[in-house]
DNA sequence: GCGTACTCTATACAACGTACAAAGTAAGCG
DNA sequence: CGCTTACTTTGTACGTTGTATAGAGTACGC
């Protein structure tokens, strides 16, 4: 199912202890019921009888700084002693407030999930709107932070946000006559969809951006070398296709294009499944 | 175009010195000439008159010993420190063969691109099956180099590989009524779904390994604390439909079903822009 | 007023890519 | 033959990451 399918990257966090994690390894190895309790802020309450000095911040402040970060330089400018100097503080302060850096990103993830603008479906809304609807809505989501297509989403952290989320885009199904198996492949494909083309896009954004280098400046430096792979005589289909793309998008990846272009077959193939 | 969104990540390598770079930054950055030589392998014929000693290995095995590494343990097996030491030499030896990470990284995408299975297509083949064909092969690819999905995949290197599978893969669209800017856009339509897809399979999959805990578990230990999550009143069609889906794929995500009932989609809306 | 539970801080580790410089090797030229 | 020189290979070093661990400071409950 789509949630089994929509959870955080989490940096190692074995039974016993583990330094310095390297990989994006998910996890749930942490404690499930501490994880379960900051999404749906149980603790929000000063629970009374607390022995020592109160805390300076909150688990909200935490993941503010941290979202702060990561929507303006992604994962990358995401580290633990980031957050703490964005908050005033050392990074170990951070550990009392969140158990890793796993966690927070689950609790990113499903803060960034609850503050989506969902507008009620229209009782007369075609399909095709409601779902092109939440398709723009992902994308929305996926350019504004750029950091989700570089988690691991697998085994969601089911906090409000990713139920939420999940109630209300099934919705957009109805009317399709779907079954419910049927449906949650039908978004978990559209998901799927948009989420690919976000990252392309992404992707393409960030080397520009990091290479100081257009993509029309590439293409010039790599010409006088090309002959070899431009050859038309060995691949006539990809010089040609390939120079024809080039002229139409200017050399540049053209991902508006390839979204529009994309979201219509994704429609189409969902029509023929039997709807209207 | 495709190839422009088809290309390597690379570890940083500004103009002037950068040590120890972080994130997945892509480049173009390093001397293109020296690259587009690597790709095909120019230097390989022992060009006369080198004053030094001779190399003790070469560029292939490098690549070669790079590549066991990564399709073992994914890129996070991948260290400089690993290849040379499968090699018998000290990590700074690399250097002499390949002028950094990231031009290996080019070197092994165009490597295992180049290695596919290219059944040549039967004339009388429906572009159905054609298009199938080329999806099921870049599902295999995906699922045997699970380090590609880690890729940031922008300006491909140009080599020889990169150009045959374009070449091929262009092909499968005759017959369907495409220009050929349409044709370019199908088939990274098509890419675009099968990679997302590998990228769900390969993510469920490390964290079924990493963790040591199966999905089945996961919901076992998770359930006593899901009251809320679950709840029927606030989430009607979400608890419902996860239910479903949760019977019907006995908890687990499902690849195998997610990628057929994917495909057709896509062939159902690439059939829709007017082919047969 | 004192013990105790808590917050916050300082220091430390291992791993990464690779810059830098030294050491070793063999070809070309006298 | 021996010197120069280009090249290969190696050892050491840096700055960065998440977080284990241990210590220092604080305020509630008795």
Same mark, same amino acid.
């Given at each position: ?14 039974? #016993? ?7 994006? #390894?998910? #996890? ?10 900051? @999404?749906? &802020?149980?603790?929000? $309450?000063?629970? $009374? =009888?607390? &022995? ?18 990561? !929507? ?13 100097? %964005? ?29 989506m603008h969902r507008p009620p479906f229209r009782?007369?809304e075609?399909?095709?709107s409601r779902?092109t609807a939440v398709?723009d809505a992902?994308?929305?989501? %996926?350019?504004? %932070? ?12 089911? =906090? ?8 209300y885009e099934?919705g957009a ?11 949650? +492949? ?5 998901? =799927?969809?948009?989420? +690919? ?14 290479? $100081? ?25 990809? +010089? &040609?296709?390939?120079?024809? #793309?080039?002229?139409?998008?200017? =050399?540049?990846? !053209?991902?508006? %294009? ?9 429609? !189409?193939? @969902? $029509? ?5």
């Open positions: 199912m789509t949630l089994t399918c929509d959870n955080a990257q989490k940096t190692r966090k074995g039974g #016993s202890g583990m330094s310095g994690a390297k990989g994006k #390894s998910s #996890s749930g190895a942490g404690d499930p019921a501490r994880t379960l309790e900051l @999404l749906w &802020r149980d603790g929000s $309450a000063a629970p $009374a =009888g607390r &022995r020592g000095p109160r805390q300076g911040l909150t688990v909200d402040a935490v993941v503010d700084a941290a979202l702060a970060l990561a !929507d303006a330089g992604g994962l990358d400018a995401l580290t633990m002693r980031a957050v703490a100097q %964005h908050l005033g503080v050392t990074p170990m302060t951070l550990y009392t407030y969140v158990p890793g850096k796993a966690e927070l990103l689950d609790l990113m993830l499903d803060a960034v999930f609850l503050r009782p007369e075609s399909w095709r779902v398709a992902n994308r929305a989501l %996926h350019l504004g %932070h750029p950091w989700l297509v570089e988690l691991r989403i697998v085994r969601a952290p089911l =906090g409000p946000g990713v139920m939420t989320k999940y109630e099934l199904f109805e009317g399709l006559g779907l079954d419910d198996v049927a449906r949650d +492949s039908a978004l978990t494909y559209v998901l =799927g969809f948009v989420q +690919s083309g976000a990252r392309a896009e992404l992707d393409a954004r960030a080397v520009a951006r990091e290479s $100081a280098m257009s993509d029309g400046e590439w293409w010039d430096a790599h010409e006088p070398l090309l002959a070899r792979a431009l050859d038309e005589s060995r691949f006539p289909l990809a +010089s &040609r296709v390939g120079e024809a #793309s080039a002229i139409a998008y200017d =050399g540049l990846y !053209d991902a508006e %294009h390839a979204y529009r272009f994309g979201l219509e077959r994704v429609l !189409d193939g @969902l $029509a023929a499944l039997g709807g209207s």
